[in-house]
C-alpha cells in the first residue's frame, strides 16, 4: 500500500515565509510587439503582452508542421525511413528558385522523412514541409486543413493554417499563446524528437547551413526551437531554455531587426529565470518521519532524507507547492539501516517536479515471538500488506 503523507512543518513554512519575504518582481518591458514567458512544468503564464493576438506567424508555424509529423511516428503511421517525394510543386514553391528558406532537395528525388524532419527544424527548408505535406495527406490544402482541426483539439484558439509553412497568407494566423502551448506540447511529449531543435547545423545536397535560432550560439541552456521571418510578421522566435531542471518557453514576435530579436529573447529569458528563489528544505539525514514496521523487534522506524534537498520555485509555485512523503508500507522486517523505503516530492499542481528518496535511519530484525508474529498476521489480515 502507498502511503502518501503531507510534511506540514518546516518544509512548508519555509516556502510561505519565503514568498512572504521575496520582493515582487519589477515589471519586464519588451520592444516585441507580442510576447509570451511560461514555466514549462506547470504551464504558468510568467509574462505576457497582447498574447491572444492573431498574428502572421510565419516560419514558427512549422512547429505545428511537425506536430502532424510527430504524431504520426508516435501513432506508427510513418517511420523516420520512409521517403518523400519532392514534388514540382515543393520544388518550386519551396525550392532555391522561390527565394525562400530551403534545403535544396532536387526535383523529383525521394528523401527519407527523417532528413525532412531536419530540413524543416534546422533549416525552415519550405520544400521539405510541403513534400510533408503532399505525402501525408495528399496536397498542402488538405494537410493545412488537418493542421487547423489538430490545433483546436490541443487548444490553439487563434490557429488557422492555409499552408504548411508559414509562407504569407491573409488567413494564416497564430497568437504566441498558440506557440507557447504548442512548444510545449513537443517539449513534454516528443523528447526523441524534440533533441532536432538543439542541432546546430544540417546538409544536405551538399550544402550546409547553420539552424537560425540565435539562442543556439551563446545563451546558456538553450536548446530550441523556431524563428520565423516576413515582411508583414517582421522577425519572431519561439525559444526554449533549461537552467538545473527549470525550463522555459518564450515567444516574441513584431520586431524589425535580427539584433533586436536576439536581444528581446534573452532579456526575456534572463527575467524569467531571475524570478526563481531556491529554498533548502532538507538537509542529509534530517527525519522527515516515520514508518510502521510488521514482523520486527521495533513497531516503527524513522526515515531521513538521502541528501540535502532544495528547490526552485517560481513566486506562482510557491503559492500552490505541497511536500509530501511517499512510501509503500508498511514495512515489513528485516529493515536495513540505508534501505530506501520512499521519497520526499514537491508537487505543483499535481506534478511533481522535484523528489528526493528517504531512507531507514536504524535497522530493524525480525520478531520471533509467537505473540508478535500472530499480532501482525492479523493485523495483515485486517488491513493488507
Not at 190 to 216: G, H, V
Amino acid at each position: 500500500m502507498i502511503r502518501t503523507l503531507f510534511l506540514l512543518l518546516a518544509a512548508l513554512s519555509v516556502f510561505t515565509g519565503g514568498a512572504a519575504a521575496q520582493t515582487p518582481p519589477a515589471p519586464f518591458e519588451t520592444k516585441a510587439l507580442e510576447a509570451i514567458l511560461i514555466n514549462s512544468r506547470s504551464g504558468h503564464v510568467m509574462f505576457e503582452k497582447d498574447a491572444d493576438t492573431a498574428i502572421p506567424p510565419a516560419s514558427m508555424s512549422k512547429l505545428m508542421t511537425m506536430v502532424m509529423v510527430f504524431e504520426a511516428l508516435k501513432a506508427g503511421k510513418l517511420t523516420m525511413d520512409q521517403e518523400f517525394t519532392i514534388s514540382e510543386n515543393a520544388w518550386r514553391n519551396g525550392g532555391a528558385s522561390s527565394g525562400g528558406s530551403t534545403m535544396y532537395a532536387e526535383l523529383n528525388s525521394r528523401v527519407k522523412l527523417s532528413d525532412l524532419i531536419q530540413g524543416v527544424i534546422v533549416q525552415s527548408a519550405n520544400d521539405a514541409c510541403i513534400a510533408i505535406a503532399e505525402g501525408m495527406a495528399g496536397s498542402e490544402q488538405a494537410f493545412a486543413e488537418r493542421m487547423t482541426k489538430r490545433a483546436k483539439e490541443l487548444g490553439l484558439k487563434n490557429a488557422v493554417f492555409k499552408n504548411a509553412t508559414g509562407l504569407p497568407d491573409p488567413d494564416h494566423r497564430m497568437s504566441v499563446r498558440d506557440l507557447s502551448i504548442l512548444a510545449r506540447y513537443i517539449i513534454q511529449n516528443f523528447p526523441e524528437y524534440y533533441k532536432y531543435y538543439s542541432q546546430p547545423s544540417f546538409t544536405w545536397n551538399k550544402i550546409t547551413q547553420q539552424n537560425r535560432n540565435p539562442l543556439l550560439q551563446d545563451y546558456p541552456g538553450a536548446d530550441g526551437m523556431k524563428t520565423g521571418y516576413t515582411k508583414e510578421a517582421g522577425y519572431g522566435l519561439v525559444g526554449s531554455a533549461n537552467h538545473d531542471g527549470r525550463r522555459l518557453i518564450m515567444v516574441i514576435a513584431g520586431l524589425s531587426s535580427i539584433t533586436d530579436r536576439k536581444a528581446e529573447a534573452q532579456k526575456l529569458l534572463d527575467w524569467g529565470f531571475g524570478q526563481f528563489q531556491e529554498f533548502s528544505l532538507y538537509e542529509k539525514g534530517e527525519k522527515v518521519g516515520k514508518a510502521t514496521v510488521w514482523g520486527g523487534t521495533a513497531r516503527s522506524v524513522d526515515l531521513v532524507t538521502a541528501d540535502d534537498f532544495r528547490v526552485a520555485l517560481s513566486p506562482a509555485e510557491q503559492q500552490t507547492v505541497e511536500v509530501r512523503l511517499a512510501y509503500t508500507g508498511p514495512l515489513m522486517a528485516p529493515v536495513k539501516a540505508g534501505d530506501t523505503v520512499g521519497s520526499v516530492r514537491v508537487i505543483v499542481q499535481g506534478d511533481i517536479i522535484a523528489d528526493i528518496p528517504v531512507l531507514a535511519a536504524s535497522g530493524v530484525d525480525v520478531d520471533r515471538s509467537m505473540w508478535s508474529r500472530a499480532l501482525d498476521s492479523l493485523m495483515i489480515m485486517a488491513f493488507g500488506s
